[in-house]
C-alpha cells in the first residue's frame, strides 16, 4: 500500500502570497489531519477532514483553510503569507474505525515565506 | 484542556546503552490513547509503539517499551540496546476519541558511537 503522499516536498514564498498544499491518504483511510511543525513548538493541530466535512479545527487564524475531497484527498490553504508561517506542514491520515488505529504521517511540506 | 509534557529537549545515549524518554499528560478522560512516534532526518514520523489506557499492560515493541502509570499520568519510552538509528526526534502523543491528538514538544535524542 503507497503511504500518505504530500505534495510539494518544499516551497518558497513571499509575504502577502498564498499557497496551496496537497496530501493523499493511504487508500481505505478517510480521516485527513493538518498539523504545523516548528522549532520548540512540537505538532500543533490544524484541521481534521472525514469525508469531506471538517470535524475539528485547531487555534490558527481564518487565513488556513482546508478541505477535502470525495477520494479523501485533501489540500490546504494559506492565504496573505506571513513571515511566522514558515513551517513544516505535516499531513496525516488513519482508519477510522479501529480504536487504537495510529496517524500515519506524509513527509510534509516545507514552507518558507520571504 | 489536555496538554501532554515532554521536559528533555534533548537525551543523549551510547551506542547499546539503555535509554528513557520522559512524557507527562494531564487528561480527565479515563478512555483515551498514548503514542510515541519518531522523527529522523527524513522529516517522516513513524509510530514507535501505542498504549490503550484501558489496558495495565505496559507495550513493547521489540527494543521499545513503555511505562504506562494511568494514575501519575505518565508515559515514559525506553529503548535498549539503543543503535545509531534510533537517533531521531520523539513525539509523545495523547488521542482521545476518534481523531483529536495532542502531541508534546518533542525530544532529540542523539545515539554516540
Known amino acids: 500500500k503507497a503511504g500518505v503522499t504530500q505534495t510539494p516536498r518544499y516551497l518558497i514564498k513571499t509575504r502577502g502570497q498564498q499557497v496551496t498544499l496537497s496530501c493523499s491518504p493511504i487508500?481505505?483511510?478517510?480521516?485527513v489531519s493538518w498539523y504545523q511543525q516548528t522549532p520548540g513548538q512540537g505538532l500543533q493541530f490544524l484541521f481534521e477532514?472525514?469525508?469531506?466535512?471538517?470535524?475539528n479545527k485547531g487555534n490558527f487564524p481564518g487565513r488556513f483553510s482546508g478541505r477535502q475531497f470525495s477520494n479523501s484527498r485533501s489540500e490546504m490553504n494559506v492565504s496573505t503569507l506571513e513571515l511566522g508561517d514558515s513551517a513544516l506542514y505535516l499531513c496525516?491520515?488513519?482508519?477510522?474505525?479501529?480504536?487504537?488505529?495510529?496517524?500515519?504521517f506524509g513527509n510534509g511540506t516545507r514552507l518558507t515565506v520571504t | 484542556a489536555q496538554t501532554v509534557t515532554q521536559s528533555q529537549p534533548e537525551m543523549s545515549v551510547q551506542e547499546a546503552e539503555t535509554v528513557t524518554l520522559s512524557c507527562t499528560y494531564d487528561?480527565?478522560?479515563?478512555?483515551?490513547?498514548l503514542f510515541w512516534y519518531k522523527q529522523p532526518p527524513s522529516r517522516q514520523m513513524i509510530l514507535v509503539i501505542r498504549?490503550?489506557?484501558?489496558?495495565?499492560q505496559n507495550a513493547t515493541e521489540n527494543r521499545f517499551s513503555v511505562n504506562f502509570q494511568k494514575a501519575a499520568k505518565s508515559f515514559s519510552l525506553k529503548i535498549s540496546d539503543s543503535q545509531l538509528g534510533d537517533a531521531a526526534m520523539y513525539f509523545c502523543?495523547?488521542?482521545?476519541?476518534?481523531?483529536?491528538?495532542?502531541f508534546g514538544t518533542g525530544t532529540r535524542l542523539k545515539v554516540l558511537a
Open positions: 496525516a491520515s488513519s482508519f477510522v474505525g479501529e480504536g487504537n488505529s495510529p496517524l500515519h
Open positions: 498504549q490503550e489506557a484501558y489496558k495495565q
Open positions: 502523543a495523547y488521542r482521545e476519541g476518534t481523531y483529536k491528538y495532542i
Open positions: 487508500s481505505g483511510h478517510r480521516s
Open positions: 477532514y472525514f469525508s469531506e466535512t471538517q470535524r
Open positions: 487528561t480527565s478522560e479515563s478512555d483515551y490513547y
